[in-house]
């Protein structure tokens, strides 16, 4: 039981040191600044952060919540995303035992954050990250050479389709962006669980969005690409056993 402990909270650790650098994504992406190079710093007063400022979570808590040097509140986005990601580490790790499968599905939910607060707030996902989502999936193919027709069909089943409503449309029926994130997972996915996760995203796309319409100020004007990053995530874990139990149900 302690080895067990260990081992989950070993890779917790690993999971908020990444969502610290995720937060670092989801600022700077948008702004179109460098993520590797520039130092963080303080959005207020530009205090550049010392190594100790920037301990996953601990750093937030120990400050207040607050820059050490001019006292401005930090967002609460960045423990939390922390700590999202690292609880997300666990449960996949926990789905997925040891193995690079694990390893890709780790990595493929921290850019799911990343794309998803950036949609969200600026709908539109960064093609950089879709770009990484399809670096996994080629990582994926590799592994499961053996089967790579099935990953082939899940890239160009989904966005096919996708690409379609975006030429019958003219573009309002459905973002590039999102068209580009369903070839991505289809490639790591295949064409079965790719399905799913579309069908899921889209499911809780028009279910969470018209709630919020109903009770806040929400426009019309829907982010897909969180929902469907839920629908991926869920689809990557799950998805064999909900597509089995589905199955299952129309057997004789």
């Known amino acids: 039981m302690l080895v067990t402990v260990l081992f989950y909270l070993t890779v917790f650790i690993y999971g908020i040191i990444i969502g610290s650098f995720l937060n670092v994504c989801i600022y700077r992406l948008p702004l179109q600044e460098n993520i590797v190079t520039t130092r963080s710093h303080c959005m207020k007063c530009g205090y550049q952060l010392r190594w100790y400022d920037l301990v996953p979570l601990f750093s ?29 580490y666990v449960i996949v790790v926990a789905a997925c035992g040891v193995s690079i499968e694990a390893l890709l599905y780790c990595l493929l939910v921290s850019a799911l954050i990343v794309l998803s607060v950036i949609d969200f707030r600026t709908y539109e996902i960064p093609v950089g990250i879709n770009y990484f989502i399809a670096v996994l999936g080629v990582a994926r193919v590799a592994t499961d050479y053996t089967n790579w027709l099935q990953y082939l069909i899940g890239m160009i089943c989904v966005s096919g389709f996708l690409l379609l409503v975006y030429w019958i449309t003219k573009g309002r029926g459905i973002g590039g962006g999102d068209i580009k994130l369903m070839a991505a997972s289809g490639l790591l996915l295949g064409w079965q669980l790719n399905i799913l996760a579309f069908v899921l995203g889209c499911i809780l796309g028009s279910v969470i969005h018209l709630i919020r319409m109903r009770f806040s100020e929400e426009g019309n004007v829907l982010a897909l690409g969180p929902y469907l990053a839920v629908g991926i995530a869920i689809s990557a874990l799950w998805g064999t056993d909900l597509i089995g139990w589905y199955l299952s149900l129309y057997a004789l």
Not at 60 to 76: A, H, M, N, P, T
């Open 60 to 88: 937030y808590l120990l400050l207040g919540g607050r820059c050490r040097k001019c006292k401005e509140k930090i967002s609460v986005q960045y423990p939390l995303i922390e700590a999202l990601n690292g609880f997300l």
